[in-house]
């Protein structure tokens, strides 16, 4: 199957600090998302982003299908922004990474 | 549209014994998926249903074993229940922009 690898692990921010988040797939891919999980464990979608460069508020993704990876971008972080943010890719099954844990401190 | 759902979202079983867990999809939502998440593996894919048929499974023992109703609500079995079974489940409906995940059911076998 398809191997996802997210780095880096972990991630100690300051608030206000800006960030990079990265996921390489080992395979051609027609989707990918991002996702953060909660506190409570729901996985909440960040992005949709099979290919090209989107924009949500504070965050940004970019993915590079032929380069297979991509990337997500924490501008002016928050302590909201703290949690695990995972990468997955497929279609009716999809396949993680093991997540990069972030942590906001204010 | 309401998003994904399940129930119950806390669970305690005992070792041996067996658990059904329920997801309702999004409204119009014909694809179902369960994932498997634990400290050591990860999220891990179990199967996914489409119009009341499997149509992909993980790899997981028979012990897991799963069903989609005609209104899309499914449902996953667990049998036997193993210490190693304690996760949280989670169930995800697919659509045009991809799967969205329902809040979990998180598991505990004692």
């Known amino acids: 199957g398809i191997q996802v690898e997210q780095s880096p692990p972990d991630l100690i921010l300051q608030e206000g600090a800006n960030s990079t988040l990265r996921c390489n797939f080992s395979?051609?891919?027609?989707?990918l998302q991002w996702f953060h999980q909660n506190p409570w464990g729901q996985l909440i979608n960040l992005f949709y982003i099979p290919s090209g460069t989107k924009q949500n508020g504070r965050l940004s993704a970019t993915t590079v299908a032929t380069e297979r990876y991509s990337l997500l971008y924490i501008s002016s972080s928050q302590t909201t922004d703290s949690g695990v943010y995972f990468c997955?890719?497929?279609?009716?099954?999809?396949?993680f990474g093991a997540g990069t844990t972030v942590t906001v401190r204010a | 549209k309401a998003g994904v759902t399940q129930t119950p979202r806390y669970l305690i079983k005992t070792r041996g014994q067996q658990v059904t867990l329920s997801c309702s999809p999004i409204?119009?939502?014909?694809?179902v998926s369960w994932y498997q998440q634990t400290p050591g593996q990860g999220l891990q894919f179990l199967f996914e249903?489409?119009?009341?048929?499997?149509?992909n499974k993980g790899n997981f023992p028979g012990r897991f074993s799963g069903r989609q109703f005609s209104n899309s609500r499914s449902e996953m079995n667990v049998s036997t229940l193993e210490l190693g079974d304690s996760a949280l489940y989670l169930c995800?409906?697919?659509?045009?922009?991809?799967?969205?995940f329902g809040p979990g059911t998180r598991l505990t076998v004692t």
């Open positions: 409204s119009g939502h014909r694809s």
């Open positions: 997955a890719v497929g279609d009716y099954k999809l396949s």
């Open positions: 249903y489409f119009s009341e048929t499997q149509r």
């Open positions: 395979d051609s891919v027609n989707n």
């Open positions: 995800a409906s697919r659509g045009e922009t991809g799967q969205y």
